[in-house]
């Protein structure tokens, strides 16, 4: 699932080639991506493009007259930049905005249709679509040990629930607990004032990193090779490979249609995690699927 760094190349991206530009038409050729019935996708036709912005790890584009486009890429929706006159992907293309500039194509791999469009109007309306997570490139220690506290789990689940930090899934989770040296099971309300700094500044060092380096890789361009598995990254996808700090072979943990990377060597002093003597503690603490994480409101 795109997370806050590529989330935030996309609307970088989207600003600079359609920022100001006119919609000609919003085409949807699946009807199941469509999550709303009203308003109807043929009065965003004439409208502006007057801001793009990224709601946690969903992508909104404003219209004129307060008309929104939410877009949730879930787990396989990408988006594409063409020419006006580009066709879409044979069954993998979704929806398609014409606008005077160019064509922005959402498309989704496979055949689970999990990414999403909700129109509205209005910014009540837009705002009920905002998770609540925390703004983590935008906060203070204080304030993230509050948001980290206010429930009780995991790390690795905390840093995902979209209500507690925003932007943050799978992926970025495994990078920040590998990089401030933390078990991903270790409970939020355990960890000491130095560990919950320590992952604070961790928080922000990756994603900071990790969207410099997209945005340099992307430079004036559009993002093509969005995937939650790059080559660079410690431990996320990294199964049986060796750490690069510690060489120690990097361990797994799944669960449900989540997955947990880890360095034992780095994170867990040494001990591997077996699946069954986590069985209990995961399923009380993770949602049997991401779209139950994903849609849990606030």
């Known amino acids: 699932m795109p997370e806050l760094p590529d989330i935030t190349i ?9 920022g100001g530009a006119i919609l000609d038409q919003l085409g949807v050729l699946n009807p199941f991506v469509l999550r709303t019935v009203s308003p109807n996708p043929e009065v965003f036709a004439g409208r502006e493009l007057t801001a793009v912005l990224r709601l946690g790890k969903r992508i ?5 007259e307060g008309h929104h486009a939410v877009i949730h890429l879930m787990v396989a929706g990408r988006l594409q930049w063409r020419a006006r006159t580009a066709k879409l992907p044979p069954r993998r293309g979704l929806a398609a905005w014409t606008f005077s500039t160019g064509k922005l194509i959402l498309t989704e791999a496979g055949t689970k249709r999990r990414a999403s469009i909700h129109l509205v109007v209005g910014e009540e309306a837009l705002a009920a679509h905002d998770p609540g997570g925390l703004e983590v490139l935008h906060t203070d220690l204080p304030a993230f040990r509050a948001a980290i506290t206010r429930e009780r789990h995991t790390l690795k689940r905390t840093l995902t629930d979209p209500r ?3 932007g943050i899934g799978n992926a970025y989770s495994d990078e920040i607990l590998h990089h401030a040296r933390l078990s991903p099971f270790k409970l939020s309300d355990s960890l000491s004032d ?23 890789e992307v430079g004036d361009g559009f993002p093509e090779k969005v995937t939650a598995f790059r080559e660079d990254m410690a431990v996320h996808g990294r199964f049986g490979r060796p750490c690069p700090d510690c060489g120690a072979p990097v361990q797994r943990i799944r669960y449900a249609d989540s997955e947990a990377n880890y360095c034992a060597g780095c994170q867990t002093g040494g001990r591997i995690l077996a699946d069954r003597s986590l069985s209990r503690l995961l399923k009380a603490d993770w949602p049997k699927t991401l779209d139950d994480l994903e849609r849990r409101p606030r």
């Open 60 to 64: 909104v584009l404003s219209f004129s």
């Open 194 to 216: 130095d560990e919950s700094a320590k992952l604070f500044d961790s928080v922000v060092a990756v994603l900071s990193d990790w969207t410099t380096r997209l945005r340099t």
């Open 164 to 166: 507690l930090l925003s």
């Open 10 to 18: 996309y609307v970088e991206a989207l600003r600079r080639l359609a």
